[in-house]
């Protein structure tokens, strides 16, 4: 693979990759254009101004720098041209042989690592130790008495958010102050899968992520089941289960779980972290392929529970507006959103993963349930558990005309 940027007048120019994400925001007066990269290859926080928006339109993978040269009547010569666009590989912004190169090694710097790092660590949370409990303090102290005060004795699972710390704090501490009690020695986490999309040829047909690593946490490391997972190696390819985990690298969903069973438990145990991609070929088809695997994964999820094993479910409900693709914004939308999280939660707290599929299917995931594939996941493994709902939130992103709701079940 070629290591070296680009650097070619009459060659095509690598597009612009098509995942990366341009937001044009004023700063200052000044007009920019920020570049997001979903998957943390390039650098955050990079900017150029909005005077380049024209270059950058094309950057199609078609056109040389010299056709394009007569694009532009100021007479930017090759060479600034050049210059300009190695300046983009440079930022592994342009499917080019480098970022393929770049991309290529650091994930396969993660995959030979026996240690997941933190990967919301000084964004999401402080890094320091005392910092953390200052912080993780504050945000339990939101729970008030009702859980607070009386967890509960037994569970067998709770099904939690994984929206941004800031937005549902107080919904996440209602949720983990009911679990203080409990003792479990191990933990298996089922959470959405927000990344392994990008990688289709790893993951089409194997929508169960394993990982072998162990999660680190600010003063913390979390030791990972091996035993429980050669159980679910066992029966990997009939199951659609993998270890190749490159998707758990930047995935936030398993580790804001862990900074609240950390916060709240003081006991030795395991961990077994389990990323669920999509599973809308259930809508059409319940009993082909991915159902099949559906079934293999469950069974086997079954026959390796025990009464030490305790289960968290990672997921947010519904992801509605124009930040979504949809064509009004959140608000006129709210009160239908509602009516439909009050059915997925009603099918929850039954713990009936049929009624939940029927509810998600009808309109094909209209609303974007990204907390429905690990919940059906469970609860086909766990049919008939008794839920109780402990809350549910709606965050209004009113700026981006879009928003995500959010609750928590316990079981």
């Not at 700063?27 to 997001?36: C, E, N």
């Not at 394993?210 to 600010?218: A, F, H, I, Q, T």
């Not at 950390?262 to 009993?287: A, M, N, R, T």
């Given at each position: 693979m070629?290591?070296?940027?680009?650097?070619?007048?009459?060659?095509?120019?690598?597009?612009?990759?098509?995942?990366?994400?341009?937001?044009?925001?004023?700063?200052?007066?000044?007009?920019?254009?920020?570049?997001?990269?979903?998957?943390?290859?390039?650098?955050s926080?990079?900017?150029l101004d909005?005077?380049?928006?024209?270059?950058?339109?094309?950057?199609?993978?078609?056109?040389?720098?010299?056709?394009?040269?007569?694009?532009?009547?100021?007479?930017?010569?090759?060479?600034?041209?050049?210059?300009?666009?190695?300046?983009?590989?440079?930022?592994?912004?342009?499917e080019?042989?480098?970022?393929?190169?770049y991309?290529?090694?650091?994930?396969?710097?993660?995959?030979?690592?026996?240690i997941?790092?933190?990967?919301?660590?000084?964004?999401?949370?402080?890094?320091?130790?005392a910092?953390?409990?200052?912080?993780?303090?504050?945000?339990?102290?939101e729970?008030?008495?009702?859980?607070?005060?009386?967890?509960?004795?037994?569970?067998?699972?709770?099904?939690a958010?994984?929206?941004?710390?800031?937005?549902?704090?107080?919904?996440?501490?209602?949720?983990?102050?009911?679990?203080?009690?409990?003792?479990?020695?191990?933990?298996v986490?089922?959470?959405?899968?927000?990344?392994?999309?990008y990688h289709?040829?790893?993951?089409?047909?194997?929508?169960f992520i394993?990982?072998?690593?162990?999660?680190?946490?600010?003063g913390?490391?979390?030791?990972?089941?091996?035993?429980?997972?050669?159980?679910l190696?066992?029966?990997?390819?009939s199951a659609?289960?993998?270890?190749?985990?490159?998707?758990?690298?930047?995935?936030?969903s398993?580790?804001?779980?862990?900074?609240?069973?950390?916060?709240?438990?003081?006991?030795?145990?395991?961990?077994?972290?389990?990323?669920?991609?999509?599973?809308?070929?259930?809508?059409?088809?319940?009993?082909?392929?991915?159902?099949?695997?559906?079934?293999?994964?469950t069974?086997?999820?079954?026959?390796?529970?025990?009464?030490?094993?305790?289960?968290?479910?990672?997921?947010d409900?519904?992801?509605?507006?124009?930040?979504?693709?949809?064509?009004?914004?959140?608000?006129?939308?709210?009160?239908?959103?509602?009516?439909f999280?009050?059915?997925?939660?009603?099918?929850a707290?039954?713990?009936?993963?049929?009624?939940?599929?029927q509810?998600?299917?009808?309109?094909?995931?209209?609303?974007?349930?990204?907390?429905?594939?690990?919940?059906?996941?469970f609860?086909?493994?766990?049919?008939?558990?008794?839920?109780?709902?402990?809350?549910y939130?709606?965050?209004?992103?009113?700026?981006?005309?879009?928003?995500v709701s959010?609750?928590?079940?316990?079981y």
């Open positions: 070629n290591n070296k940027l680009f650097n070619s007048l009459s060659a095509p120019i690598p597009p612009v990759r098509r995942d990366i994400q341009i937001i044009p925001v004023s700063d200052d007066g000044r007009d920019l254009l920020i570049f997001y990269d979903p998957i943390k290859i390039a650098e926080g990079f900017a909005s005077s380049v928006e024209p270059i950058l339109s094309l950057i199609d993978g078609q056109k040389s720098i010299t056709q394009m040269q007569p694009f532009f009547r100021n007479g930017i010569s090759p060479d600034k041209l050049l210059e300009f666009v190695q300046m983009l590989d440079n930022q592994k912004l342009l080019s042989p480098y970022f393929q190169h991309s290529g090694w650091i994930e396969e710097q993660f995959e030979n690592s026996d997941r790092q933190p990967a919301l660590v000084q964004t999401s949370y402080p890094a320091e130790i910092e953390l409990k200052a912080f993780m303090d504050s945000l339990m102290d729970a008030g008495s009702s859980h607070a005060d009386n967890p509960v004795k037994e569970a067998k699972a709770l099904y958010p994984h929206i941004d710390l800031r937005v549902g704090s107080k919904q996440y501490a209602e949720a983990f102050s009911a679990l203080k009690s409990l003792r479990p020695k191990r933990v986490i089922l959470a959405t899968s927000h990344y392994s999309g289709p040829e790893i993951y089409d047909g194997n929508p394993g990982s072998r690593k162990d999660y680190l946490l600010p913390t490391r979390f030791e990972t089941d091996l035993a429980y997972i050669e159980k190696e066992e029966t990997a390819k659609g289960f993998t270890l190749h985990d490159r998707a758990h690298r930047i995935e936030h398993i580790e804001t779980h862990l900074l609240f069973i950390h916060h709240i438990w003081q006991h030795d145990f395991k961990i077994v972290p389990i990323l669920v991609g999509g599973l809308d070929e259930l809508f059409y088809k319940e009993d082909g392929d991915l159902g099949q695997k559906v079934s293999a994964f069974e086997t999820l079954q026959q390796a529970d025990d009464e030490d094993t305790f289960y968290l479910i990672s997921g409900l519904s992801h509605v507006g124009r930040k979504f693709g949809d064509q009004v914004q959140a608000s006129i939308m709210r009160p239908d959103v509602e009516e999280d009050e059915s997925f939660l009603s099918a707290v039954q713990g009936d993963n049929q009624i939940m599929l509810t998600v299917a009808e309109e094909f995931d209209a609303y974007r349930v990204c907390g429905f594939p690990p919940l059906y996941t609860l086909k493994a766990f049919p008939g558990l008794n839920g109780k709902k402990i809350n939130n709606w965050w209004d992103e009113t700026e981006r005309e879009s928003a959010f609750g928590s079940v316990i």
